[in-house]
């Protein structure tokens, strides 16, 4: 798929949510404009054209972009506060951002429901040309279980098996989550980032049209690999 197809796909649900935001203007004080900075990406493009053209980058090194420019995005949001890159272990296990909540209006805007975090994992993977396995996506179901958690998962692509358990969580996670019904896992490539960046759209628009699309897994699958214009 050329990256074009995402870029309509998303000026069209920004357009749609415009719209809706003119016209319920006195009953929502808040939107994803006011709650995401919308300057330029500067410090991110630099980041972002570094990951996808420097091929003297190590797996390492590329990751550690990956994770410096999913803060540099989050931090966009000013709702979040002390945003944490970690690289040990939390009660929720290993992962790799942690986003605190200041505030619960994220998660209206957003239309999701979780408890008061988010947490992000941003893998650079080797093997399966550079997609998520399904044991990895294993673990984020069971710390999104855990933490009741907005979990946000990014990498280059995803296997069908990864893709299947996402689906699987979002889908029935009421029949096996007691306390923790309405969290959710988020797939997003870097590719889908990378199209953000260069056409400049706001990173809470992008955010919210993630997490709709991911409640039925079908409607997010099809831009869950590289982009064919976009290839590392």
Known sequence: MDSSIF??????????????????LQSMAINCIDLFNSDPYLEE??????????????????????????????????????????????????IDIILPIMNDIVFDILNVNPSSIIIGECKNYTKNDGKAPKEDIEKVCWRTCKS??????????YTQGAVDEISNFNANKENYIIKHK?????????SMIKVVIDNNFNFG???????????????????????????I
């Open 7 to 24: 870029v309509k796909q998303l000026s069209d649900f920004v357009d749609k949510e415009s719209q809706l935001e003119l016209l319920n």
């Open 45 to 94: 493009k630099k980041i972002i054209d570094e990951i996808f053209n420097n091929k003297k980058l190590t797996i390492q090194q590329k990751g550690s972009y990956l994770e410096n420019l999913a803060k540099l995005l989050f931090s966009r949001c000013i709702a979040l506060d002390n945003i944490q890159i970690t690289h040990y272990d939390t009660e929720i296990g290993q």
């Open 148 to 157: 009741g958690a907005l979990s946000i998962f990014i990498s280059h692509a």
């Open 182 to 190: 309405q969290s959710l896992i988020v797939p997003i490539t870097i």
């Open 205 to 231: 628009y992008f955010l919210k049209w993630c997490c709709l699309n991911s409640k039925i897994i079908s409607s997010i699958n099809n831009y869950l690999s590289p982009f064919d214009d976009y290839k």
